[in-house]
């Protein structure tokens, strides 16, 4: 079972960056569509971005369309980057990494591995 860590979140104030970073247990990052996604409190995990499984096309939610940019280190080829720029407290939220054998959905339930996720705090 292939398995998905994240880090790289922490407390930042409003207009900062902050890089998470996903680390997957095997060669996962080639093979899967991969995504990112957050919840913030009291509302439902929603879609961040998302890269396919074949040719690196990445997708991003309004929200994050020119702040974020996923990407992946195709020399390790098991980690995968979301820089976050002119982050505002509506980022605030626990951010996770997910993948599935397909393609990349807005869905979470769509995604079959899933990583603990990592905790963003961006201060007003």
């Known amino acids: 079972q292939a398995q998905l860590v994240e880090s790289g979140g922490g407390l930042v104030q409003a207009g900062g960056s902050l890089r998470l970073s996903c680390t997957a247990s095997?060669?996962?990052?080639?093979?899967?569509?991969m995504a990112w996604f957050r919840r913030a409190p009291g509302k439902d995990r929603e879609f961040v971005a998302g890269?396919?499984?074949?040719?690196?096309?990445?997708?991003y939610a309004d929200s994050a369309k020119g702040r974020f940019t996923l990407s992946r280190d195709n020399t390790h080829y098991n980690t995968m980057y979301l820089q976050m720029n002119s982050l505002t407290p509506e980022d605030t939220g626990v951010y996770y990494c997910?993948?599935?054998?397909?393609?990349?959905?807005?869905?979470?339930?769509?995604?079959?591995?899933w990583g603990p996720g990592t905790q963003v705090t961006v201060a007003s």
């Open positions: 997910a993948a599935n054998r397909y393609d990349v959905k807005p869905d979470p339930s769509q995604y079959t591995h």
């Open positions: 095997a060669r996962i990052v080639g093979n899967y569509a």
């Open positions: 890269v396919s499984r074949n040719n690196n096309a990445t997708s």
